[in-house]
């Protein structure tokens, strides 16, 4: 069983955001880069098929030469062999179309990807990803078994679970419940040793038009200081909550 | 050329969600001085689109398919989009609507554009504002395709009235060949879920355990509010994970978001940045939220909320 994971290259979840080239692209200095959590969920999955199923765990990235500490981190965590598609990863359709150009030539029986990257969260590579290929997609996947060729499958929804089927191959966008947060490799030394010896290869990218381009970059507006209500007093909190918030 | 708005609803009822796209698409279709169409599926009563200012209604009957059907809702409503011609395509941020943009944008070759969160600052080409790095930044996003697909944040427009003579429109629900299927659904119906919500109450460690939970749960109930927490709550297995919200859980953004007992992780003040008013409760005063929100109670929610709840309940009788 061949499986495709697809990530992202992210800035960690507590980096501070800031532009610069008057606020049309993301000042990365000082931020450090992470696996994007979503598709780490979706890789420690693959990792679980790989040790109980034999599948061969392939990661990829969109990007440039900056990306590859994350796919050797991905590699030191388990995956076997990781891809760099050689290009910037303009938009989601751009993206989209790359790996679809790669799982063109590959046969893989499963792909997951993030449901969205916590960066531009697009959350769409995958549905186009999936629909390029004509494979069913299942979006906010939080649960994946299978069966021969068979899945079952749930996903998370307003409200609650959905429960479905299908047959492989298919795309999966992978969030927090497909794996526990408790679940997640952290790398040992042993796989880090190993992981410097794993293929890692570097591909061209296919030449497509981004179908989306950032025009600029702005920051939410700075808020007031908290008002503040004694504890005592929480009638004063309500009636400013209905009169001057308006909100109950 | 019009604009097509995917309308959802639930159990055949119009949901909040679908009637805030419907009333963002009028306001795009007066700019562009075009027609508003709206396609629905299953819905018992779509008359109330009348009221949200759309011009025409396609009610596709699923003949008994009751479940979400990602790839048949998207080929029907690509044979739509074509018949009318339709450049804008507007669907919402719910888990389905979300779910359904990307599909339905590459079947019609369209751009998409999610988490958009005001009217478009430019029609040709479009250019749209949308959250981003988790709504710590925003951007804006220019659409290089003659079609676009836009995804609209909740509670990002709110609802406007409009009163309109709708015509109502028959339409095929089209087969595709997906091996996907949906076996059954799990779903609470009778809480509020955070993607509907007006108000969400948000627990975190602060309530020190799962058996304190009804503080949450009550001030939810007497506000009609759904219920959220923070993630190490979620981890702990205090509360599942559809409550977590955050950087990897769900983002809110509701008219009122009230956090008892959360700290205010960097990425849990991400998640809820899109709300319009917050209120923390908590008896750390230097606890980071207290940075964040509009309105704020040092104290132990022990004794605070159930005075809240107490008061409330007065209120609303």
Redesign the interface.
């Known amino acids: 069983m061949n499986v495709l994971v697809c990530i992202s290259n992210v800035p960690d979840t507590t980096s501070k955001i800031n532009f610069k080239d008057e606020n049309k692209s993301f000042d990365s200095s000082g931020v450090q880069f992470i696996i994007n959590p979503n598709d780490e969920f979706g890789l420690t999955r693959a990792i679980w098929l790989q040790q109980k199923a034999g599948a061969t765990v392939t990661v990829v990235t969109v990007g440039d030469a900056s990306c590859e500490p994350i796919l050797r981190k991905c590699l030191a965590i388990g995956a076997d062999q990781a891809i760099r598609i050689d290009a910037p990863p303009t938009d989601g359709f751009f993206v989209a179309n790359q790996l679809a150009a790669l799982c063109k030539k590959e046969n893989y029986d499963l792909i997951i990807a993030g449901r969205e990257s916590i960066d531009y969260n697009g959350a769409m590579v995958g549905g186009m990803l999936a629909s390029f290929l004509a494979l069913p997609y299942l979006a906010n996947c939080v649960q994946f078994e299978m069966e021969g060729s068979t899945a079952t499958l749930q996903r998370e929804i307003d409200g609650g679970k959905e429960i479905l089927s299908a047959s492989l191959p298919l795309v999966l966008g992978a969030q927090k419940g497909l794996v526990e947060e408790s679940d997640l490799i952290i790398p040992n030394m042993r796989g880090i040793m190993q992981a410097r010896q794993k293929p890692l290869t570097v591909e061209m990218a296919v030449e497509v038009e981004a179908a989306t381009t950032i025009q600029h970059f702005e920051k939410p507006q700075k808020k007031g200081p908290v008002r503040l209500v004694d504890a005592a007093d929480v009638d004063t909190l309500i009636e400013l909550l209905q009169n001057e918030a308006k909100v109950l | 050329m019009s604009v097509v708005v995917y309308v959802e609803s639930q159990n055949g009822i119009i949901k909040k969600a679908g009637l805030e796209v419907a009333s963002y698409g009028r306001a795009i279709a007066n700019a562009i001085q075009t027609n508003l169409i709206a396609v629905t599926f299953n819905t018992d009563d779509a008359s109330i689109l009348n009221t949200h200012g759309v011009d025409k209604v396609y009610n596709i009957d699923t003949e008994g398919d009751i479940?979400?059907n990602?790839?048949r809702y998207s080929v029907s409503l690509a044979s739509i989009i074509e018949n009318e011609n339709a450049n804008i395509i507007l669907v919402s941020a719910?888990?389905?609507g979300?779910?359904l943009?990307?599909?339905l944008?590459?079947?019609i070759k369209?751009?998409?554009?999610?988490?958009v969160v005001a009217l478009p600052s430019s029609y040709d080409p479009i250019?749209v504002k949308r959250?981003?790095?988790?709504?710590?930044?925003?951007?804006?996003?220019?659409?290089?395709?003659s079609r676009t697909v836009i995804s609209l944040s909740s509670n990002a427009f709110g609802l406007k009235e409009q009163t309109t003579d709708a015509e109502h429109a028959e339409a095929d629900y089209l087969n595709s060949n997906?091996?996907?299927?949906?076996?059954?659904?799990?779903?609470?119906?009778d809480?509020v879920?955070?993607?509907?919500a007006?108000?969400v109450v948000s627990g975190g460690r602060g309530l020190k355990g799962p058996e304190n939970w009804h503080l949450i749960e009550d001030l939810a109930s007497v506000?009609g509010a759904a219920t959220a927490c923070s993630?190490p709550v979620s981890?702990m297995g205090w509360r599942p994970?559809?409550e977590?919200v955050g950087?990897?859980?769900k983002p809110v953004a509701t008219?009122?978001y009230i956090a008892i007992g959360v700290s205010g992780a960097?990425?849990h003040l991400a998640g809820i940045?899109s709300s319009?008013?917050k209120?923390?409760i908590n008896n750390d005063p230097e606890a980071p939220f207290?940075?964040?929100?509009?309105?704020?109670?040092?104290?132990?929610a022990f004794?605070?909320v159930p005075?809240?709840i107490e008061?409330?309940k007065a209120?609303k009788q």
């Open positions: 479940f979400f990602v790839n719910t888990a389905n979300r779910y943009g990307p599909i944008a590459a079947g369209a751009a998409y554009v999610s988490n250019t959250s981003c790095f988790t709504n710590k930044a925003f951007n804006e996003c220019v659409s290089n395709q997906s091996t996907l299927k949906v076996t059954a659904t799990d779903s609470i119906t809480k879920t955070i993607a509907d007006d108000i506000l993630k981890d994970h559809s977590h950087q990897t859980g008219n009122l960097i990425q940045n319009k008013v209120v923390v207290f940075k964040a929100a509009d309105y704020g109670i040092v104290g132990d004794e605070v005075k809240l008061k409330l209120i």
